[in-house]
């Protein structure tokens, strides 16, 4: 053994240098692209891991293998880059493809503000300054008939803020067993009320929780009355659950005060077809709860924050606690978020709500032209499913239609996702599916030359 150990120390001595591969001429490029420091970091810790292998298998890798693997590395992270995409799945809500798809008109307008300088903080009427987000705070309450409303950057970040902020450390926060949810990635609203400092006190019993049930649960240190729409989920048979403004009069007697987290942000059904069963913000605002919070980029289509509207004592509350420094939005997210609020105030439709709405005639029709258009048997016209997705309306199903691709479905996902614009598809037996409900019309012809060079 230690002659083993002796000999691989001085084939050691022959391990290409960090120093030696970065003068390779084939890294040349990626320098250029990703910068000196980033590459030369990238290559300490690809030699390093060699080194470990090395010594455990007694083999000395070359340069060329080296600097192959530096190069496969920046290979895989241009692929990690944000990067736009093709949603073949038909799940218009698509969490890991970034929820809601934006108007690239509202992006374009705020180009030159968010690329200088703005009025982020500025008010350009005294030139002293303001608030961030004032404007978003305004159009919250105009939409939903609150007092007041204001934005931070997720809903997770909203509830956490108005548990802190409302019942603080050593306070009872009251909520139904049957609303202790936990969302993707994670969020759990019980370790979000733990965090918080505040106290969980559970009531009732996963299906059945009665007004009793809150009633006997107030005490004197209760400060805060939760209430948590289901949104990801459902619950059938024998359930009963008190309804919300029952639950706030009872609270208000007893002179507590009530968050509705209302999680997926539906604002109103309007002209949408077919049977929407979700509470709506205005709906809940009507309730009498004190707060609202709720997404903004699933339902309501928006960019990611979270929404709160609800009395204005409670809102200019929230905006002084120092936590809402750590979960305020930028810039960016700002000028987003309040050019999708006056979209729905003029009643202008936004993408996830025009692709919803798409008539499926119109989506087969176009399935039958890329059909014929590609000329490949394995390519047909096919009906399909579409959903919401993004944990919303976790029963609602809409026809739709798109294109079956035949073959192994691992093989042809995996050169979709190699092509130049990655398409995301739905594998299924023997096939891969790519639904055109959520594939953005400027995309067709992108699509079709992708289907064409995958099935080359």
């Not at 705070?137 to 956490?160: F, I, K, P, Q």
């Not at 509207?309 to 309040?338: M, N």
């Not at 048997?377 to 499913?385: D, I, M």
């Given at each position: 053994?230690?002659?083993?150990?002796?000999?691989?120390?001085?084939?050691?001595?022959?391990?290409?240098?960090?120093?030696?591969?970065?003068?390779?001429?084939?890294?040349?490029?990626?320098?250029?692209?990703?910068?000196?420091?980033?590459?030369?970091?990238?290559?300490?810790?690809?030699?390093?891991?060699?080194?470990?292998?090395?010594?455990?298998?007694?083999?000395?890798?070359?340069?060329?293998?080296?600097?192959?693997?530096?190069?496969?590395?920046?290979?895989?992270?241009?692929?990690?880059?944000?990067?736009?995409?093709?949603?073949?799945?038909?799940?218009?809500?698509?969490?890991?493809?970034?929820?809601?798809?934006?108007?690239?008109?509202?992006?374009?307008?705020?180009?030159?503000?968010?690329?200088?300088?703005?009025?982020?903080?500025?008010?350009?009427?005294?030139?002293?300054?303001?608030?961030?987000?004032?404007?978003?705070?305004?159009?919250?309450?105009?939409?939903?008939?609150?007092?007041?409303?204001?934005?931070?950057?997720?809903?997770?970040?909203?509830?956490?803020?108005?548990?802190?902020?409302?019942?603080?450390?050593?306070?009872?926060?009251?909520?139904?067993?049957?609303?202790?949810?936990?969302?993707?990635?994670?969020?759990?609203?019980?370790?979000?009320?733990?965090?918080?400092?505040?106290?969980?006190?559970?009531?009732?019993?996963?299906?059945?929780?009665?007004?009793?049930?809150?009633?006997?649960?107030?005490?004197?240190?209760?400060?805060?009355?939760?209430?948590?729409?289901?949104?990801?989920?459902?619950?059938?048979?024998?359930?009963?659950?008190?309804?919300?403004?029952?639950?706030?009069?009872?609270?208000?007697?007893?002179?507590?005060?009530?968050?509705?987290?209302?999680?997926?942000?539906?604002?109103?059904?309007?002209?949408?077809?077919?049977?929407?069963?979700?509470?709506?913000?205005?709906?809940?605002i009507r309730t009498g709860s004190d707060l609202v919070c709720f997404s903004g980029?699933?339902?309501?289509?928006?960019?990611?924050?979270?929404?709160?509207?609800?009395?204005?004592?409670?809102?200019?509350?929230?905006?002084?606690?120092?936590?809402?420094?750590?979960?305020?939005?930028?810039?960016?997210?700002?000028?987003?978020?309040?050019?999708?609020?006056?979209?729905?105030?003029?009643?202008?439709?936004?993408?996830?709500?025009?692709?919803?709405?798409?008539?499926?005639?119109?989506?087969?029709?176009?399935?039958?032209?890329?059909?014929?258009?590609?000329?490949?048997?394995?390519?047909?016209?096919?009906?399909?499913?579409?959903?919401?997705?993004?944990?919303?309306?976790?029963?609602?199903?809409?026809?739709?239609?798109?294109?079956?691709?035949?073959?192994?479905?691992?093989?042809?996902?995996?050169?979709?996702?190699?092509?130049?614009?990655?398409?995301?598809?739905?594998?299924?037996?023997?096939?891969?599916?790519?639904?055109?409900?959520?594939?953005?019309?400027?995309?067709?012809?992108?699509?079709?030359?992708?289907?064409?060079?995958?099935?080359?």
């Open positions: 053994m230690k002659r083993k150990n002796r000999a691989m120390n001085r084939g050691m001595r022959d391990f290409p240098s960090v120093s030696s591969v970065l003068e390779d001429p084939s890294l040349k490029p990626l320098i250029g692209k990703w910068s000196f420091a980033f590459v030369a970091a990238e290559a300490k810790r690809i030699t390093a891991e060699f080194k470990r292998s090395s010594f455990n298998k007694g083999e000395i890798p070359t340069r060329d293998e080296l600097t192959s693997r530096v190069i496969s590395t920046f290979e895989t992270y241009r692929r990690e880059l944000i990067q736009p995409v093709i949603n073949g799945t038909g799940v218009i809500l698509h969490t890991n493809l970034g929820r809601a798809p934006l108007s690239s008109l509202a992006y374009e307008g705020l180009i030159d503000a968010v690329t200088g300088y703005s009025n982020l903080e500025f008010d350009l009427g005294d030139g002293k300054r303001s608030v961030r987000n004032r404007m978003v705070g305004r159009m919250l309450a105009a939409l939903s008939g609150a007092d007041s409303g204001m934005a931070v950057n997720n809903n997770a970040a909203a509830v956490y803020l108005i548990v802190a902020g409302l019942a603080g450390s050593g306070s009872d926060v009251v909520i139904s067993r049957g609303q202790l949810i936990q969302i993707g990635g994670g969020f759990r609203i019980p370790e979000i009320i733990e965090r918080s400092g505040a106290n969980l006190r559970e009531v009732g019993t996963t299906n059945r929780t009665t007004l009793t049930d809150y009633r006997r649960a107030i005490t004197k240190n209760t400060a805060l009355v939760l209430i948590v729409h289901k949104s990801n989920f459902l619950q059938r048979g024998f359930t009963e659950e008190p309804e919300p403004s029952r639950i706030v009069e009872m609270a208000h007697a007893k002179k507590i005060p009530v968050c509705y987290d209302l999680g997926s942000g539906f604002i109103e059904k309007g002209d949408f077809p077919g049977r929407i069963e979700e509470p709506g913000v205005v709906s809940a980029d699933k339902l309501l289509g928006g960019p990611q924050a979270g929404l709160i509207v609800g009395k204005e004592k409670l809102i200019s509350s929230l905006l002084k606690d120092p936590l809402y420094r750590a979960v305020r939005l930028d810039k960016l997210t700002i000028g987003l978020l309040e050019n999708t609020l006056l979209s729905y105030l003029r009643g202008e439709p936004l993408p996830c709500w025009e692709l919803a709405s798409t008539a499926v005639s119109e989506l087969k029709s176009k399935s039958d032209e890329i059909a014929i258009a590609i000329e490949n048997p394995a390519v047909t016209s096919s009906s399909l499913k579409s959903s919401f997705g993004g944990g919303s309306l976790p029963e609602y199903e809409f026809a739709s239609y798109g294109l079956r691709i035949a073959g192994d479905p691992v093989s042809l996902s995996r050169r979709f996702l190699a092509n130049s614009t990655p398409v995301i598809c739905r594998t299924s037996t023997n096939c891969v599916l790519i639904d055109l409900r959520t594939v953005m019309p400027e995309n067709y012809n992108v699509l079709i030359d992708a289907i064409k060079s995958c099935l080359s």
